[in-house]
């Protein structure tokens, strides 16, 4: 099923694919966030790991754009 996201895996991603990646899982974030206010998730464990994919995918971006 679901798993978080290695640092090795976002580390192979190009810069473009990190910046789609992003905003495709804040929009993912926000939908569950809104979906979970109305009926709360049994497995709010997704927002958190969603949250922490976000974080990591950030973090290496920054990263790689220092490197350039």
């Known amino acids: 099923g679901e798993r978080e996201m290695k640092a090795s895996e976002a580390r192979e991603m190009s810069v473009a694919d990190l910046r789609d990646r992003i905003e495709i899982e804040k929009n993912n974030l926000d939908t569950m966030k ?35």
């Open 34 to 68: 809104i979906n979970h206010a109305i009926s709360p998730l049994e497995d709010t464990s997704k927002i958190s790991k969603t949250r922490r994919d976000i974080a990591l995918m950030i973090t290496i971006l920054a990263e790689k754009e220092k490197q350039n």
